[in-house]
C-alpha cells in the first residue's frame, strides 16, 4: 500500500538511510543531508520538524514538511510541502519538490506519490494554484505533473513552470 507520512522519529531509522543516501543535487533536487551520520540526522531531524511548525526557520525560508512515501514498509521515495509562497518560491521552486529513489522509478511512484502529496497542499496552502518546476531535461518529472492535472504555466532556457489547480 503507498501512503505518505510526514518525518518523524518512530521512522528514524528507514528515514536516515533513505536521506543519506539521496545525492546532494540531482534533477534540481537539493538534498542537504547527503552522507549524513546517524547521531547527526537526530538533530537534523528535530529541526526538520520544528521547521514544519515554522519554528527555527533560516531567514527568507517558509515553513515546509518533509513527507517520506511508502509502499508498505519501505520507503521510495521524498515529498517536500512549502506551506506558502514566498517571492524566490514563487518564481522559482514552488510548494513541491520530490524525489524518488532510482530503483523504483518508472514504476508509478512519482505519479501517485504527487497525487497523494496533491491532496496535502490543498488542505495547507492559501495559494489558488499548485506551483511546481522541473528540468526542461527531466521529462519524466513533467510527465508526471502533467500526468495530476498540471499544465505548463510558462518556461525559461532551462525550467519548466507547472500549475496544478487547487
Known amino acids: 500500500m503507498l501512503y505518505l507520512k510526514s518525518a518523524n522519529f518512530e521512522d528514524i531509522e528507514k528515514e536516515w538511510q533513505f536521506q543519506r543516501d539521496i545525492p546532494s543535487e540531482e534533477d534540481s533536487f537539493i538534498n542537504e543531508y547527503h ?40 520507503i521510495v521515495g521524498t515529498f517536500h510541502l512549502r506551506h506558502y509562497l514566498c517571492e524566490s518560491l514563487m518564481n522559482g521552486a514552488g ?3 520530490y524525489y524518488i529513489a532510482p530503483e523504483y522509478r518508472g514504476m508509478g511512484y512519482a505519479t501517485n506519490g504527487l497525487k497523494l502529496i496533491l491532496e496535502e497542499a490543498r488542505k495547507t496552502i492559501p495559494e489558488k494554484e499548485i506551483f511546481l518546476r522541473c528540468d ?31
Open 136 to 166: 526542461k531535461d527531466n521529462t519524466a518529472s513533467l510527465k508526471v505533473m502533467l500526468n495530476n492535472k498540471g499544465y505548463i504555466h510558462h518556461e525559461d532556457e532551462y525550467k519548466y513552470y507547472v500549475r496544478i489547480a487547487k
Open 35 to 74: 552522507d549524513i551520520g546517524r547521531e547527526d540526522f537526530n538533530t537534523v531531524l528535530d529541526t526538520i520538524i520544528e521547521q514544519s511548525r515554522g519554528v527555527h526557520l533560516p531567514e527568507g525560508y517558509v515553513p515546509q514538511t518533509i513527507f517520506y512515501l511508502w509502499n508498505d514498509n519501505e
Open 95 to 97: 510548494h513541491i519538490g
